[in-house]
């Protein structure tokens, strides 16, 4: 019993490994000819610097147990969003978001406390 998704590679990876992948369309061609690249750098690349910078908002640092060894795999969600967000092997997270305070909790199945250290 697997499930079958109709969902695209880039909702595949948004919703089971939390890498955000962007698709960048800047002409109306699929493949536009090579001589117009340099027009559509220069008329795009600022506003792809932009969308890059925001990479550095929202939320990081890492969950550790109460020894401060990196906990991996624990869940951490913040109020208000249904997504969680998993810890890598390093207990490292990330989460993008708007400007605000938040509440974020992390959780594990094993026992004992975590915390999050940014």
């Not at 909702?11 to 890498?19: A, G, I, V």
């Not at 800047?26 to 536009?32: A, E, F, L």
């Amino acid at each position: 019993g697997g499930t079958i998704t109709k969902l695209g590679m880039q909702d595949y990876n948004y919703l089971f490994t939390n890498c955000m992948e962007l698709t960048v369309e800047v002409s109306c061609d699929k493949r536009p000819p090579s001589r117009t690249l340099a027009t559509h750098w220069r008329n795009n690349y600022m506003a792809m610097l932009a969308v890059l910078s925001a990479v550095d908002g929202g939320v990081k640092g890492v969950v550790v147990d109460h020894r401060g060894r990196p906990v991996t795999g624990a869940m951490l969600r913040v109020e208000g969003i249904d997504k969680g967000t998993i810890t890598s092997d390093r207990g490292e997270f990330w989460r993008l978001l708007l400007p605000g305070t938040y509440k974020v909790t992390a959780s594990t199945n094993h026992d004992g406390e975590v915390f999050v250290s940014d």
